[in-house]
């Protein structure tokens, strides 16, 4: 019986042994191997103190190592909290204070950017190097040890006495106040969340997927657990350029793979040979509305595969698909619910809308994530009651309220209208506004700044930060936007600064959001 994250591989495993389970450059793993491994680097996390809610943080690009990490935390009995490796060391930091991290996974190469943010971290208590250990700064509070000692300590890994409602992973997103949040999510949430997707993405022992999204990344980890569950097999893949995606494609004759609409609108830009398209079987969108020009241009090059179009939050891990059937039919549509999973759509007193009437996507059902971590406040915001359950229940049962509005048509289908806060939707990406301009701040360069999202046909929305600058009267927009680039992951700089003596204001005093964004796309 599948409790906790790692039975997924430990069940494919008893018979599937000897099947491809997870590929990596020239590296192969069956199910066995990785089940072993990951059973093993579980003794070995145990070994130096890993215990069940033990919060461990894995900073790596995609390899082996990652994914073992990953399960092999679940083995241990601790909370695996996998960082984008695309984040600057503060904002490393920050998730690494935030969610009290004891042990950090990383590379070599990677603790070398880290080490002086490290210093103040106060939780940590070892580093796992993946590669050498050299260099380490005598007087660190921490332990650093190599990532092969750990492997292979030799010993078996004892019952850490989880179920499936403990904790299994701190998912980091951006949030509304700035800081990106933790999402909690369970044993039952990621499991529940495999099957379901797995289902009707009709996932097989025989399928390739192709993992090119961030394991950080809701729908990227997915891959994993939607493959593994199902005996099929994963390619990793660090993204680079558009051309290695038809490349692998072309080499594992990939049957899966799921991407984000900037991504995707650069693959339709590549040339496709038969050998990169013709092995394909499905392609799916997450993370914003798909182009309906590179829908078409897609259905083009992939004739034989069939289209699905999702919507997921990280509260949620996945909420809504639209059937490939139905997409000749509504192309904007975000479907109907996944399996076992229930979506409504209410007004602000959480009672039902009507037919194409406006209001907010709540999810209900055993994907909803156990809350944010550490933050009750935004927590009791986000997660409340269900709506419309009977009053004789005497519990209550918590659904997600998404923040995002849509409506439903007759029929039941549902279309995403808009976001109800602030957050700027870019590459895939959810970036509160303050995070950047926090950091602006920070420069001592600007006196205002106001980032706000304008719509963008490639990568959904553009980031514009608007600013008044700061007592010295030679500001230059393009130091900035170098500043920027120092302390952002490439998804967060700006696409421009404009340059503004005042910022518009709300009578209560804020900076007016909404007149700048008009302003912008006037």
Known sequence: MRSRLHHILAETAAWRPDGPALTFKGTTLTYRELSERSAAMGAGLQGVGV????????YLDKRVETVVSIFATSVAGGVFVPVNPLLRAPQVRHIVDDCAARVLITSADRFDQLEDQLAECKSIERVVLVGDARGVRPEARYEVVEWAAIASSGADPADAGTVDLDMAAILYTSGSTGKPKGVVLSHRNLLAGAESVSGYLGNHEHDVILAALPLSFDAGFSQLTTAFSSGAHVVLMNYLLPGDVV?????????????????????????????????????????????????????????????FLMYGLTEAFRSTYLDPAEVDRRPDSIGKAIPNAEILVVRDDSSPCGPDEEGELVHRGPLVAMGYWNDPGRTAERFRPAPNREDGLSTAELAVFS?????????????????????IKTSGYRVA??????????????????????DDDRIGQAIVLVVSPGADTGFDAATLLDELRGQLPLYMVPREVVVRGELPRSPNGKFDRKVLRQELTA
């Open 247 to 307: 490349r692998l494609c072309a080499k594992h004759r990939v049957t899966g793979l799921t991407c984000v609409p900037p991504l995707w609108i650069q693959l339709a830009e590549q040339r496709w040979t038969p050998e990169a398209s013709g092995s394909l079987r499905y392609f799916a969108n997450t993370g914003g509305r798909m182009p309906k020009a590179t829908l078409d241009r897609l259905r083009a090059i992939f004739p034989q595969a069939a289209p």
């Open 433 to 454: 506004p303050t995070e950047i301009e926090e950091v602006a701040y920070d420069t001592g360069l600007v006196r205002d700044a106001v980032a706000v999202g304008v």
């Open 403 to 423: 923040g995002d509005i849509v409506t439903r048509d007759e029929e039941g289908f549902l279309y995403f209208v808009g976001r109800k806060d602030d957050m």
């Open 51 to 58: 215990g069940r809610d033990h919060r461990v943080a894995i």
